[in-house]
């Protein structure tokens, strides 16, 4: 899978991610938009759990502990969080799916 980015790296928690003017076609989406924390990473778990190695799901989320919830639950498996979109006040988790 090829990506392309025109980005600026930050960081988020321990995790460094690429952000802005993302180009990934994710596999799946999760529009977990206006669910109360934990949701949207309980959503992305289920997600990814029923995904292939080197699936990206795309996680869609409104709440801003999503922030530290995701790259939280990055550190400790061995999934990748390829890049965060930041939109307003939404975001976008890509995570490859080891």
Do not use: H
Not at 16 to 45: K, Q, Y
Not at 69 to 83: F, G, K, M, P, Q
Request: negative net charge.
């Amino acid at each position: 899978m090829e990506y392309r980015y025109k980005t600026t790296s930050v960081a988020i928690g321990s995790s460094n991610v690429l952000m802005t003017d993302i180009d990934i076609e994710p596999t799946d989406t999760v529009d977990a938009r206006g669910a109360a924390c934990p949701g949207p990473l309980m959503d992305l778990i289920g997600r990814v759990r029923s995904a292939s190695p080197g699936d990206v799901v795309l996680l869609l989320s409104d709440n801003d502990q999503s922030l530290t919830d995701v790259s939280e639950w990055i550190d400790e498996t061995d999934n990748d969080l390829l890049a965060v979109d930041e939109t307003g006040d939404e975001y976008g988790f890509y995570v490859e799916v080891a």
